[in-house]
Nanobody, 120 residues
Framework: QVQLVESGGGLVQPGGSLELSCAASTRIVSIYTMKWYRQAPEKQRELVASITSSGTTSYADSVKGRFTIARDNAKNTVYLQMNSLKPEDTAVYLC??????????????WGQGTQVTVSS
């Protein structure tokens, strides 16, 4: 069973920081793109940040300069450092990995989501 285990969500005051992490099962031996999405109530799922296998990053305009995505290939883990958080960042954050388990085709994998709430 391939799993993505997320951690690091919680409640934080506006202006605060949180770091999310997502560890992919070691069964995934080839990991390509890793991404973070978020979904707020009654809103469409939004791509927040992505990082390629070579380390190229991209961000949604709404988080540029505040969020940083990084990956540790040795640990099959992707991180999202979130600074200067705003109430509008409140959402469930979901990890996405495009990778390959040996002897299978390249597939998309999703984490279960972690809640981030920004409120005073």
């Amino acid at each position: 069973q391939v799993q993505l285990v997320e951690s690091g969500g919680g409640l934080v005051q506006p202006g605060g920081s949180l770091e999310l992490s997502c560890a992919a099962s070691t069964r995934i031996v080839s990991i390509y793109t890793m991404k973070w999405y978020r979904q707020a109530p009654e809103k469409q799922r939004e791509l927040v940040a992505s990082i390629t296998s070579s380390g190229t990053t991209s961000y949604a305009d709404s988080v540029k300069g505040r969020f940083t995505i990084a990956r540790d290939n040795a640990k099959n883990t992707v991180y999202l450092q979130m600074n200067s958080l705003k109430p509008e960042d409140t959402a469930v954050y979901l990890c996405y990995v495009r990778g390959q388990v040996p002897f299978t085709r390249i597939s998309d994998y999703w984490g279960q989501g972690t809640q981030v709430t920004v409120s005073s």
